[in-house]
């Protein structure tokens, strides 16, 4: 799988669906906004504070699984899991590549900003 990020904060993930014979395969495109995310102590805290109250709030906490890790990420920020789940949301076994990207879209909102 590659990822390739353009102008305007967009990226497209690229992989190859393997099959029998090379003339099967397949290319999927799968593109989605980035929001820049600086990894810190602060950003990192800040959001797991969130995603804390979501996981014990009577909405998720009786959830287990994907169903749980979706609800946590639309308790967080209604929007920004709009914008970036909506459409596709996870899949069992898929590996999220939009979390640092939501993280990001988080921090924006929230007007948490921090170094």
């Given at each position: 799988?590659?990822?390739?990020?353009?102008?305007?904060?967009?990226?497209?993930?690229?992989?190859?669906?393997?099959?029998?014979?090379?003339?099967?395969?397949?290319?999927?495109?799968?593109?989605?906004?980035?929001?820049?995310?600086?990894?810190?102590?602060?950003?990192?805290?800040?959001?797991?504070?969130?995603?804390?109250?979501?996981?014990?709030?009577?909405?998720?906490?009786?959830?287990?699984?994907?169903?749980?890790?979706?609800?946590?990420?639309?308790?967080?920020?209604?929007?920004?899991?709009?914008?970036?789940?909506?459409?596709?949301p996870l899949e069992d076994?898929?590996?999220?590549?939009?979390?640092?990207?939501?993280?990001?879209?988080?921090?924006?909102?929230?007007?948490?900003?921090?170094?």
């Open positions: 799988m590659t990822r390739i990020c353009i102008l305007f904060g967009y990226c497209t993930i690229l992989s190859l669906v393997i099959s029998k014979s090379s003339a099967d395969q397949t290319p999927v495109t799968f593109t989605f906004k980035e929001f820049q995310y600086k990894d810190s102590p602060k950003n990192e805290m800040t959001f797991r504070e969130f995603e804390t109250a979501c996981e014990q709030s009577s909405a998720c906490n009786h959830m287990s699984g994907l169903s749980r890790t979706r609800c946590v990420r639309e308790c967080v920020s209604p929007s920004c899991y709009r914008e970036l789940y909506q459409v596709d076994g898929e590996i999220d590549v939009r979390l640092n990207s939501f993280k990001g879209c988080f921090i924006q909102r929230s007007g948490r900003t921090r170094n």
